[in-house]
């Protein structure tokens, strides 16, 4: 594999589960909603390193994220420090540009519900200062670990009781079990700065991130 063609190919197959199949979204699993980006409060650029394993490959890449009002957008670099690929998202639609001569072998949302997972506040209720919470959000069941004020654990379950919106798709009924579990080096505050390193665990996918967060800047 080229890397200067491609850097992240086996990252971002990681990150979104990919096998060879069909192009069209409707085909693929359902992996999770998309949020409108306008849920996270205040507007940010971070640079990022990602670090992905999966079957026991593992590759890494650098990327920039951004979130301004309702659009969030993802810019894979090369090794070179060039772009790659975007991947954005206006409201509820995601799309995805190559500068290089590939395309993404999935759909561009798979990318950004990861980045949401992580990043993004799942609920409008106000956290605890310290303790756990537990609520369902489109046919998942998220569990928060919060200490002092800080988000030190997350974890996604399938709980088969809520309804699932149409964003979903319709492989909903046929996703795997498992579950996501990310952990947040240090805590993350409700909308502050986010931690150097996040941990994120697949346990529907079988891949593993490791999240590394270089710089951040609000806007």
Not at 84 to 111: D, H, M
Request: glycine share 10%.
């Amino acid at each position: 594999m080229n890397l200067v063609r491609w850097p992240a190919t086996i990252v971002l197959c990681a990150a979104a589960a990919c096998a060879q199949g069909p192009a069209k979204e409707a085909d693929w699993p359902a992996v999770g909603i998309l949020l409108a980006p306008a849920t996270y409060p205040g507007d940010f650029l971070d640079r990022q390193r990602i670090v992905a394993t999966y079957k026991g490959r593992t590759a890494a890449f650098d990327a920039v994220v951004q979130k301004k009002g309702d659009e969030l957008t993802l810019v894979g670099l090369t090794p070179f420090g060039s772009r790659a690929f975007a991947i954005r998202q206006v409201g509820g639609v995601a799309s995805f540009e190559s500068f290089v001569p590939q395309t993404l072998p999935f759909p561009a949302r798979y990318v950004l519900v990861d980045v949401e997972r992580v990043f993004f506040p799942w609920t409008d209720a106000p956290p605890p200062t310290d303790g756990e919470r537990r609520f369902s959000r489109d046919s998942e069941a998220v569990a928060e670990r919060w200490e002092g004020g800080k988000l030190r654990r997350r974890t996604f379950a399938r709980d088969g009781t809520s309804p699932a919106s149409p964003e979903r798709g319709r492989n909903v009924e046929s996703g795997p079990p498992g579950a996501i579990v990310i952990d947040y080096d240090g805590g993350m505050a409700p909308g502050g700065t986010p931690p150097q390193h996040v941990s994120f665990d697949n346990g529907q996918y079988g891949y593993h991130l490791e999240i590394t967060t270089l710089s951040h800047q609000p806007l």
